[in-house]
């Protein structure tokens, strides 16, 4: 019974390629969040949508495009891929409502590989 | 700018050790500090949250202090075992991101807990 996931799990793909990975979880979570990950494990926020509003984005190129279709999904978008890009993304969700202790559940990881 | 940091980079202990990684944050103004174990090739996993109010959570083995004047936490693992081999990763979120959730990573410390 997953909470957090996300598809695919690997990627590879050429430079200059669109692609985009989703996220879902099924907690009844309010927020959801993007971190890369990189090559050295260092993990750092991107993106954060609360109810479907985005309330982080951090300097992320414009390349870099989250979508929230509703409170469980958070897709990111990202176009004209290039070899920086490679790295593992994680997508988190949180419950900042009632919680009030903001405990993130990660998904697995995509690993993203340009080539 | 807040900025986490984690000694030692890696570790490596035989079964049984208690041991202490280290944490410490440049910016005492946090919200709150979690610590985070990532398996291989895997999401994260919360094992504790500490409010900026406490002074310590206790999780079965595990024991997490915050000293916030100082910017230091510490997690204790008890009587290792190599089921505990991971990385370790200490996370804060800044006092003016309480409404975003949004977390600062150090770039963790990894555990060997050998036989």
């Known amino acids: 019974d997953t909470a957090v996931s996300q598809t695919p799990k690997y990627l590879v793909t050429q430079m200059g390629n669109d692609k985009s990975i989703k996220c879902e979880q099924n907690l009844g979570h309010d927020t959801m969040y993007w971190y890369k990950q990189d090559s050295k494990k260092f993990l750092k926020i991107m993106f954060s949508y609360n109810n479907k509003e985005l309330i982080i984005n951090e300097t992320v190129p414009n390349r870099f495009s989250p979508k929230s279709p509703d409170k469980a999904h958070l897709n990111l978008h990202i176009n004209s891929l290039e070899l920086g890009d490679s790295a593992v993304y994680f997508c988190?969700?949180?419950?900042?409502?009632?919680?009030?202790?903001?405990?993130?559940?990660f998904g697995p990881g995509t690993r993203l590989t340009v080539l | 700018k807040q900025e986490v940091t984690q000694i030692p980079a890696a570790l490596s202990v035989p079964e049984g050790e208690n041991l202490v990684l280290n944490c410490s944050f440049t910016?005492?103004?946090?919200?709150?500090l979690q610590w985070f174990r990532q398996d291989p090739g895997k999401g994260l996993t919360s094992l504790l949250l500490i409010q900026s109010s406490q002074r310590e959570q206790t999780s079965g083995r595990l024991n997490a202090s915050l000293d916030k004047s100082s910017g230091r936490s510490t997690l204790y693992i008890a009587a290792s075992q190599p089921g505990d081999s991971a990385t370790y990763l200490c996370?804060?979120?800044?006092?003016?991101?309480?409404?975003?959730?949004?977390?600062?990573f150090g770039q963790g410390t990894t555990l060997q807990v050998k036989p």
């Open positions: 996370a804060v979120t800044p006092r003016g991101s309480s409404n975003t959730g949004k977390l600062i």
């Open positions: 988190a969700s949180s419950d900042r409502r009632t919680s009030g202790t903001d405990t993130q559940y």
């Open positions: 910016d005492s103004a946090i919200y709150n």
